[in-house]
């Protein structure tokens, strides 16, 4: 049982942390396959203990926050209509869970797994925390000598320009679909 709980890396966690509403958040659905339990299961031990997660804590992502991440990560199967879900999908939509409701639900599952999953993901929390910090350092600091030697030669200017997309590259564009349908009989 022990080496199974090793085998969650930081890595692994961290490619489940994601930016909604400018807050790094994990998915309920995420977290409950981490404790290897069923979500419903995972969310009625939250629904009982709602009072430990305020909405800076936990919230529900709406139908629009839903489908910006199901385009962009396209991992998560859940109805347009949610009212049903007759194949065994999702009913509700997502709760996302930032790093202090990560850490508060150590208090509401109490299982050997639970509490090794979460001090993983606290860690996780941590190290993406010390990175962005890193980050915004080492930005400063091309911003400095690029202030300090970029009006000396274009050339340099491109290089700083290299380097500043590297550090932020820019965000592909999704491709909207088309909706509805083409007729493609005789008029």
Request: no cysteine; proline share 4%.
């Amino acid at each position: 049982m022990k080496k199974d709980l090793n085998l969650i890396t930081t890595e692994i966690i961290e490619r489940k942390i994601y930016l909604i509403r400018g807050v790094k958040v994990m998915l309920d659905s995420d977290i409950a396959k981490l404790y290897r339990v069923p979500t419903k299961v995972f969310n009625q031990s939250v629904k009982r203990n709602k009072k430990r997660f305020p909405r800076d804590f936990m919230f529900r992502l709406t139908l629009q926050e839903f489908k910006n991440f199901r385009l962009q990560f396209a991992r998560t199967n859940l109805r347009s209509q949610i009212v049903t879900s007759s194949y065994g999908g999702r009913r509700y939509l997502p709760l996302a869970f930032t790093e202090q409701g990560v850490a508060m639900l150590s208090s509401v599952l109490n299982s050997e797994r639970a509490v090794q999953v979460n001090i993983a993901i606290v860690r996780a929390f941590v190290r993406l925390r010390e990175l962005m910090a890193t980050h915004k350092e080492l930005a400063g600091k091309i911003i400095d000598l690029e202030k300090k030697y970029g009006k000396h030669d274009k050339e340099i200017q491109l290089i700083f320009q290299a380097i500043k997309q590297l550090i932020d590259p820019p965000v592909p564009e999704i491709p909207k679909e088309k909706l509805g349908f083409e007729y493609r009989g005789k008029k």
